[in-house]
């Protein structure tokens, strides 16, 4: 199947920094990748959209200043968290969707773990 | 209301059969998908049924689509200790691509 991966795995910073997020699509091309975060023990919310050479689509309440999204290539996004606090602290996923497969799967990185002290 | 809902948490025998059950409110859904989630990692996609679809069966898991209830079901065949997990059901709306979860189901499989 698809593989999407993330880097880091995890990362832990201090109050103030900020942090990069890689997501990519190993074996396939992805026009569409989408960021979610994720609280313990709750579902995923679906942070932005981010499209292949545009502008990402953030959801209601995210601040796009504040999460910096990129998507410069086919098979990468990145993520930067700004000037990151301890209420940041979370489990980031992405996704991707295969432009070439059709229908409306997407397939998930194994997220990274950002810890701000 | 939320958009999908999920029931927290299931326990089950190891051997014994596991329903995971969904209900959504938008019939407007095109596809609807069950993930798997285990400690720590991302989620991993286990099937996925299109909205015209009634049923559909994988190795040890069937899925079941009540469009007119708009209600899913995931059943496990011979659930086994691996199985245990959280599992998330989440739809894709005609209208867009984004996915909406529902907050998952936490399986645990007893020995």
């Known amino acids: 199947g698809a593989v999407v991966s993330q880097h880091p795995s995890r990362v832990i910073c201090k109050s103030g920094t900020s942090v990069k997020i890689e997501c990519r699509s190993l074996d396939f091309q992805a026009t569409t990748m989408f960021w979610y975060r994720q609280f313990p023990k709750k579902s995923l919310m679906l942070m932005a959209t981010?499209?292949?050479?545009?502008?990402?689509?953030?959801e209601q309440g995210v601040e796009k200043d504040k999460f910096l999204i990129n998507h410069a290539s086919l098979t990468l996004s990145t993520l930067t968290v700004t000037s990151a606090h301890p209420e940041d602290s979370s489990f980031y996923i992405c996704s991707a969707r295969d432009r070439l497969a059709g229908g409306e799967t997407q397939y998930f990185g194994p997220g990274t773990r950002l810890l701000v002290l | 209301g939320e958009d999908v809902e999920q029931s927290l948490f299931l326990s089950v025998r190891e051997g014994d059969s596991s329903v995971i059950n969904c209900t959504y409110t938008d019939s407007s859904s095109t596809y609807l998908y069950w993930y798997k989630q285990e400690p720590g990692a991302g989620l991993q996609l286990l099937t996925y049924?299109?909205?015209?679809?009634d049923m559909k069966q994988d190795q040890r898991l069937t899925v079941l689509l009540n469009k007119k209830d708009k209600h899913l079901s995931l059943r496990i065949a011979d659930t086994q200790t691996g199985d245990s997990a959280i599992y998330f059901c989440a739809e894709v709306k005609a209208a867009g691509n984004k996915l909406t979860f529902g907050g998952g189901t936490r399986v645990l499989v007893k020995p």
């Open positions: 981010s499209n292949e050479g545009s502008k990402a689509t953030y």
């Open positions: 049924i299109f909205s015209n679809m």
